[in-house]
């Protein structure tokens, strides 16, 4: 028996069919057009923001506070220091109070700082509009989920109801026999018609822009670690001399984390032929051709990178489980001291003036991050209860003692 939170059994559990849908994007619904128009632009004075009153809410303003630790925008509600007047307040969202070191994002590539923060140019509105198609038509891994449509009955906004746990599956290298390529075959198969490929994959295809998609996959090839990590496999499989060929997907990395977000290729994959001798834990051997779907491990390094790629154009790493805090000497031995996926999202999705505003300006591609990175943390909740029962059935029998004393 597990001890865990309760959850809603009203329909079957996740199916292991390995699903190419994206339970993130419907087709069919309503494009992000209402985001097209939307100016992106932090502040960047670091003066006390006063709330301004309205009649029918309370405005914050903006964020004008900057973190001492991270450089972070944060609101004068936000500080630690809740006394009124703290001339240099703290923060302990964003950054931990400096328990917590990562590297700052790049700027994006010029044709996407293009694509995203130029409002006026028709390429811009258009991919503006349609930025989570063009995302999905990149992704090297497809999402999976057990959905419960029966909400979505046109009496109110569109409703996402899952049971069990989203994943993340990636294919062989090769599609079947007759069957067409998908996501990450994409940057290995037939790739004199890659662009035809990655259009005709859509259901609804009548907005995209084969030109906005030829300069996005040079873009990735030219930028993107993973993008050109399979591009090698490619030129490897096209030698034809090698049968046995399959591509081990790195999970771990030997770089400091604290300085380094930004793999090379030889840490990200490792060309393997015959047989495979042994992996690490979370690595993923990826067949040549035919096989199963395999499941993409939440804490592997590159599990939001490979979902991702227009919100990390560089490939960069995502969470990287057993990451210590800084070495301070202001923190016990006895506290926690390992970085979460809590603190991770909280640390990334902040506004800095000296740091790359892919992810923020993203719009709803944003916000299906979030709910992304909203399953990741609670994966990692139920793998901490998983891990702990006997604690938790410690404490219970402790509970139930107390209570009959």
């Given at each position: 028996?597990?001890f865990?939170?309760?959850?809603?059994?009203?329909?079957?559990?996740?199916?292991?069919?390995?699903?190419d849908?994206?339970?993130?994007?419907?087709?069919?619904?309503?494009?992000?057009?209402?985001?097209?128009n939307?100016?992106v632009?932090?502040?960047?004075?670091?003066?006390?923001a006063?709330?301004?009153?309205?009649?029918?809410?309370?405005?914050?303003?903006d964020?004008?506070?900057?973190?001492?630790?991270?450089?972070?925008?944060?609101?004068?509600?936000?500080?630690?220091?809740?006394?009124k007047?703290?001339?240099?307040?703290?923060?302990q969202?964003?950054?931990?109070?400096?328990?917590?070191?990562l590297?700052?994002?790049?700027?994006?590539?010029?044709?996407?700082?293009?694509?995203?923060?130029d409002?006026?140019?028709?390429?811009?509105?258009?991919?503006?509009?349609?930025?989570?198609?063009?995302?999905?038509?990149?992704?090297?891994?497809?999402?999976?989920?057990?959905?419960?449509n029966?909400?979505?009955?046109?009496?109110?906004?569109?409703?996402?109801?899952?049971?069990g746990?989203t994943?993340?599956?990636?294919?062989?290298?090769?599609?079947p026999?007759?069957?067409?390529?998908?996501?990450?075959?994409?940057?290995?198969?037939d790739?004199?018609?890659?662009?035809?490929?990655?259009?005709n994959?859509?259901?609804?295809?009548?907005?995209?822009?084969?030109?906005?998609v030829?300069n996005?996959?040079?873009?990735?090839?030219?930028?993107?670690?993973?993008?050109?990590?399979?591009?090698?496999?490619?030129?490897?499989?096209?030698?034809?001399?090698?049968?046995n060929?399959?591509?081990?997907?790195?999970?771990?990395?030997?770089t400091?984390?604290?300085?380094?977000?930004?793999?090379?290729?030889?840490?990200?994959?490792a060309?393997?032929?015959?047989?495979?001798?042994?992996?690490?834990?979370?690595?993923?051997?990826?067949?040549?051709?035919?096989?199963?779907?395999?499941?993409?491990?939440?804490?592997?390094?590159?599990?939001?990178?490979?979902q991702?790629?227009?919100?990390?154009?560089?490939g960069?790493?995502g969470?990287?489980?057993?990451?210590?805090?800084?070495?301070?000497?202001?923190?016990?031995n006895?506290?926690?001291?390992?970085?979460?996926?809590?603190?991770?999202?909280?640390?990334?999705?902040?506004?800095?003036?000296?740091?790359?505003?892919?992810?923020?300006?993203?719009?709803?591609?944003?916000?299906?991050?979030?709910?992304?990175?909203?399953?990741?943390l609670?994966?990692?909740?139920?793998?901490?209860?998983?891990?702990?029962?006997?604690?938790?059935?410690?404490?219970?029998?402790?509970i139930?003692k107390e209570?009959?004393?």
């Open positions: 028996m597990l865990t939170p309760a959850i809603n059994l009203d329909f079957d559990s996740e199916s292991g069919d390995g699903s849908y994206n339970p993130f994007l419907d087709q069919e619904s309503e494009d992000d057009s209402s985001f097209a939307v100016e632009s932090p502040p960047y004075s670091t003066s006390k006063e709330p301004c009153y309205n009649i029918d809410y309370y405005d914050l303003c964020s004008m506070i900057e973190c001492r630790h991270c450089k972070a925008f944060v609101w004068y509600q936000e500080r630690m220091d809740k006394h007047h703290a001339a240099n307040p703290k923060c969202l964003c950054y931990g109070n400096g328990k917590f070191e590297p700052f994002l790049k700027h994006p590539p010029s044709l996407l700082s293009h694509l995203l923060f409002h006026n140019p028709k390429d811009s509105k258009n991919f503006q509009s349609n930025l989570r198609t063009y995302n999905m038509m990149f992704e090297f891994t497809s999402p999976g989920a057990k959905l419960d029966k909400f979505n009955n046109g009496s109110g906004p569109p409703t996402i109801r899952i049971q746990q994943c993340h599956h990636i294919g062989s290298l090769l599609p026999q007759g069957q067409t390529p998908k996501f990450a075959q994409l940057y290995i198969y790739i004199e018609n890659e662009v035809a490929n990655r259009i994959g859509l259901r609804n295809k009548k907005n995209i822009d084969p030109r906005i030829q996005l996959s040079n873009m990735l090839y030219t930028h993107n670690t993973h993008a050109k990590s399979f591009c090698m496999a490619r030129q490897r499989l096209n030698q034809g001399n090698v049968h060929l399959k591509l081990r997907l790195i999970a771990n990395r030997a400091n984390g604290r300085v380094y977000n930004q793999p090379t290729g030889f840490e990200v994959v060309l393997i032929v015959g047989d495979v001798d042994m992996t690490e834990e979370r690595d993923i051997i990826m067949q040549r051709q035919g096989g199963t779907l395999k499941r993409i491990d939440e804490f592997h390094a590159s599990y939001l990178a490979y991702y790629p227009l919100l990390f154009p560089y960069e790493d969470y990287r489980p057993n990451f210590a805090h800084r070495d301070l000497h202001i923190f016990d006895n506290s926690r001291n390992k970085l979460t996926i809590r603190e991770w999202l909280a640390f990334r999705i902040q506004t800095r003036s000296e740091e790359g505003k892919t992810i923020l300006s993203s719009r709803r591609l944003f916000q299906q991050f979030l709910v992304d990175g909203n399953t990741m609670e994966g990692e909740i139920l793998k901490w209860l998983r891990n702990n029962q006997s604690k938790l059935r410690v404490t219970k029998y402790r139930f209570e009959g004393d």
